[in-house]
């Protein structure tokens, strides 16, 4: 099946400072997601990319689908305490009735105050 | 983001004992999926639902799964005979269209002893 390889695996940074992720893979996908999730919890969704070289924000995130299809970036910006979580990319070929989901293995961020 | 309820949010049962597990429908989400996360790892895709019948399931999907949404009611995932190695997060999900964003539930817990 399709493997999606995310890096860093995990980081520990500053307050304030810039973070960035990115995963990539040896297929093609159509739509990349990358979600949050919080301990005990489900994941939330922060950003949807649907096209080929499309950049989007939400608030302090920037995600970015690659030219290539094969590849998404995200970075958070001035990072604050409640960025803690795992932050994971999904990578999948939607269309019809389906919409199955490739998860990376999550990068690990944790933000000292 | 619309909310995806799931009933329990922890399930503590004896392997080989059957098992449901209930997610709570949104009237204009059409697509269902099951998705499940062992401990520490990767969020893994099981099974997407649409129209009362499955469209694609994966390899962990295996014969003591079924999934169902009986009269447009709770959607269900019934495991019927636990084993160990089922002891893990599951997780609900639903989209409007087969092509739009994933939303996922809180989870519910399993564990298998």
């Known amino acids: 099946g399709q493997q999606l390889n995310q890096s860093p695996q995990s980081m520990f940074i500053q307050e304030g400072e810039d973070v960035s992720m990115n995963c990539t893979s040896s297929s093609i996908f159509n739509t990349w997601l990358w979600y949050k999730q919080d301990p005990g919890e489900g994941p939330v969704l922060l950003i949807a990319?649907?096209?080929?070289?499309e950049l989007t924000s939400n608030g302090r995130l920037t995600a970015q689908f690659g030219i290539t299809r094969k590849d998404s970036f995200l970075n958070i910006s001035a990072s604050i305490p409640s960025d803690v979580g795992i932050y994971f990319c999904?990578?999948?070929?939607?269309?019809?009735?389906?919409?199955?989901?490739?998860f990376g293995k999550g990068t690990l961020l944790t933000v000292n105050p | 983001e619309p909310e995806v309820t799931q009933t329990p949010s922890h399930q503590v049962t004896q392997m080989g004992q059957e098992v449901i597990l209930r997610c709570v429908p949104i009237?204009?989400?059409?697509?269902f999926y099951w998705y499940r996360q062992i401990l520490g790892q990767k969020v893994e895709f099981l099974v997407s639902f649409y129209n009362n019948e499955i469209s694609e399931k994966s390899e962990i999907f295996d014969d003591q799964f079924s999934v169902e949404r009986p009269d447009g009611s709770n959607f269900t995932l019934k495991i019927r005979s636990t084993k160990l190695e089922d002891s893990a997060m599951y997780f609900c999900?639903?989209?409007?269209?087969?092509?739009?964003?994933?939303?996922f539930g809180s989870g519910t817990q399993l564990s298998v002893l």
């Open positions: 999904a990578g999948a070929n939607s269309g019809g009735s389906n919409y199955k989901l490739t």
């Open positions: 990319l649907y096209k080929a070289g």
């Open positions: 999900a639903r989209s409007r269209t087969g092509n739009e964003k994933l939303f």
């Open positions: 009237s204009n989400h059409l697509y």
